[in-house]
């Protein structure tokens, strides 16, 4: 990937830290780019008023499944655990 603002290179290296290939990085980051409107905020809340939040702008039962999972395992709302719980949803062996 070229040059990275610093709040892109921090979303990149989540992706990265949560299990990501270098493959799928450029992917992710357009979609993240459109899903925060160019921001990478993590806490990016849907234009509009829905429900949407973070990153991958979790919604509806998506987004109940994120924030109880977090209570679950008494982590705190990031980019990072977003990623974390969006790379667990894709590549669960519970499934």
Do not use: C
Not at 79 to 85: A, P
Request: aromatic residues 10%; charged residues 20%; without cysteine.
């Amino acid at each position: 990937m070229g040059l990275l603002t610093p709040e892109e290179q921090k979303v990149a290296d989540d992706l990265t830290n949560v299990g990501f290939q270098q493959d799928d990085l450029a992917a992710l980051m357009g979609n993240i780019s459109v899903e925060t409107g160019g921001t990478f905020d993590p806490m990016q809340q849907q234009e509009g008023g829905g429900d949407g939040h973070g990153l991958f702008q979790l919604s509806g039962k998506h987004l109940k499944a994120y924030k109880k999972w977090l209570k679950a395992v008494g982590f705190p709302d990031s980019g990072y655990n977003q990623s974390l719980f969006v790379y667990s949803n894709i590549y669960s062996k519970d499934r």
